[in-house]
């Protein structure tokens, strides 16, 4: 998979007209039924109630009256044309990280997350009504301070990453691990993950390239001249990694989260 593929994905979701059109069509041949859509609610339902248990969500004192509503999927028109909005920034963004010139190359990893972020807002609002600002307003990561990481991560209680938890984790695993006090990866941790090397398949789970494209985006943000020795250092482990990221596998992520959204597979 290639980032021109994912573009092409895009592209094509870019159009309000083409995306309704696309659900509709793919809502005909599951046998889209009433039945599935209560099956889908019940589902965000307890992964709602699994996030409301979580201590960050206790510590901030985090309601079901915050928590995003599942969209009426009969809307399509309404639904189309919010997401497509963000699937057109999303694609720009991504098309202006990839046209970079050498000069201001250092800068792309800034755009291609921000990219990625429209993306996930576009497959969240095709799914959940937005209107909760909490959880769409803010990216739902930041970063910790560790003077021997390169980047370190906590995991917020609302913003776009929790929302995209909710229609990603069908097995509310993730919720379980991520939304922890405890869980604090670093970029070393999650590049360097033995059983991801081991299969080649680094970030099965686009959760974790989310994480990732923003540490980088961190990096380059608020410590650039250690952004600047990654990209001029000598090509140990971590440059490597970070390379395969950037050039194979977050392709692969994105493409996989926009061919759940586009088949309805996140309803199953």
């Known amino acids: 998979m290639t980032m021109s593929l994912c573009l092409k994905e895009l592209e094509k979701l870019s159009f309000p007209f083409y995306l309704q059109k696309l659900l509709e069509e793919r809502i005909k041949k599951t046998v889209f039924s009433e039945s599935l859509f209560d099956s889908f609610n019940e589902k965000i339902e307890n992964k709602i109630n699994e996030y409301l248990n979580s201590d960050f969500a206790n510590s901030y004192n985090i309601n079901r009256s915050d928590m995003p509503n599942i969209r009426d999927i009969n809307s399509l028109k309404e639904v189309s044309n919010e997401s497509s909005l963000y699937f057109r920034q999303a694609l720009e963004m991504f098309k202006a990280s990839q046209n970079m010139n050498r000069n201001h190359k250092n800068s792309s990893p800034l755009v291609e997350y921000y990219g990625y972020l429209q993306c996930l807002k576009g497959i969240i609002s095709t799914y959940l009504d ?74 099965e789970d686009p959760t974790k390239s989310i994480i990732v494209s923003w540490m980088l985006s961190s990096i380059v943000r608020y410590k650039p001249n250690n952004w600047e020795r990654i990209c001029l250092g000598k090509e140990d482990d971590i440059i490597l990694q970070i390379r395969e990221f950037r050039k194979n596998t977050l392709p692969k992520c994105i493409f996989r989260i926009i061919d759940e959204t586009i088949n309805l597979k996140f309803y199953y």
């Open 130 to 203: 937005t209107e909760k600002t909490k959880f769409f307003s803010y990216h739902g990561l930041k970063t910790v301070k560790n003077n021997d990481s390169y980047c370190q991560t906590e995991i917020k209680p609302f913003g776009v990453f929790p929302a995209f938890l909710l229609i990603f984790d069908k097995q509310n695993m993730l919720i379980k691990e991520m939304l922890s006090k405890d869980y604090k990866p670093t970029i070393e941790q999650l590049l360097q993950d033995p059983y991801f090397l081991e299969v080649k398949r680094p970030f």
